[in-house]
């Protein structure tokens, strides 16, 4: 066992499927679900995804020597308030939330000095949510970014990898503005463009939309896929993220600019090369085993 006790903050497709490896390679003597929903702690208790359940913080963290939050990052202050006076001496948090800078600067303040602070982020999900969408393959040959706090205890670090390694994944220790802005690009701009083309279409005429319901290609289809993510969570992150998210924003709003003038003017070549391009990157995704 790597944890005597881990308390799990939100039991929705993240944290099912972490509390999920943990009881399938028993990492920890017991596992407390908390969450908020009397329907998903019910619903953890039937899967058998851990010990006990409960909404009341206190009762979740108290005795716990690795808390996780995987709550939307939006609630992690409001959270980390109410969770800071119940920590044991010694305990570790993390979280797999999207965006760190925002979580270190949320959660960092409450905690006592004798708890330990590792932020994490696994690269892994899919559009569906709640305890009932997680498996414990999810995270298998992804990666997880670590972001400790420069100070952060090596072996407090290293147990966390521990976990991370034990479900599967590949880890990477990075800054945390560099991981937002590296996320900035590879996650949250193609979701939000991804939520702009999807309303797009739901604000058609009525006899129009429906034909792209019914003749949807697969571009359409891959952009539907993730903009049915969870809400939420996605509103919390473009709000936490949103200076690294604007820039890179205002970047690909120049390229569209410049790609739309190229269509204008008839310009193949430049349309060709771009293609050519964009093309490379999604071979060296596949050689990297990232698709």
Known sequence: ????????????????????????????????????????????????????????????????????????????????????????????????????????????PYLPESVHFVPGHPIAGTEFSGPTSG??????????????????????????TQLWEAAGSMIEMMDAGHHDRVLAITSHLPHLIAYTIVGTATDLETSLQQEVVKF?????????????????MWRD?????????????????????ALQRAIRWGEGEKLQDLFTRTRAIRRSIIDARQA
């Not at 414990?136 to 706090?149: D, K, M, S, V, Y």
Request: hydrophobic share 50%.
């Open 1 to 108: 066992m790597l944890f005597d006790k881990v308390a799990i903050l939100g039991i929705g497709h993240i944290g099912s499927s972490l509390a999920r490896v943990i009881r399938r390679d028993r990492l920890a003597g017991k596992l407390v679900a908390f969450d908020a929903s009397a329907d998903h702690r019910a619903k953890a208790i039937e899967l058998d995804i851990a010990d006990a359940a409960t909404g009341d913080i206190s009762e979740a963290v108290g005795g716990a020597d690795l808390v996780i939050l995987a709550t939307p990052v939006g609630s992690f202050a409001e959270l980390a308030s109410a969770m800071a006076p119940h920590l044991a001496a010694g305990s570790i948090v993390s979280d797999v939330g999207s965006v760190k800078m925002a979580v270190i600067r949320d959660v960092g």
């Open 135 to 160: 498996f414990a393959e999810l995270f298998h040959g992804r990666w997880c970014i670590l972001t400790p706090p420069p100070g952060t205890d090596s072996k407090a670090v290293a147990k966390v």
């Open 216 to 232: 949807s290609a697969s571009g359409f289809r891959d952009f539907t896929r993730i903009a049915a993510s969870d809400p939420v």
């Open 237 to 257: 992150i473009f709000l936490n993220n949103r200076e690294a998210v604007l820039d890179v924003l205002q970047r690909f709003s120049e390229d569209l600019t």
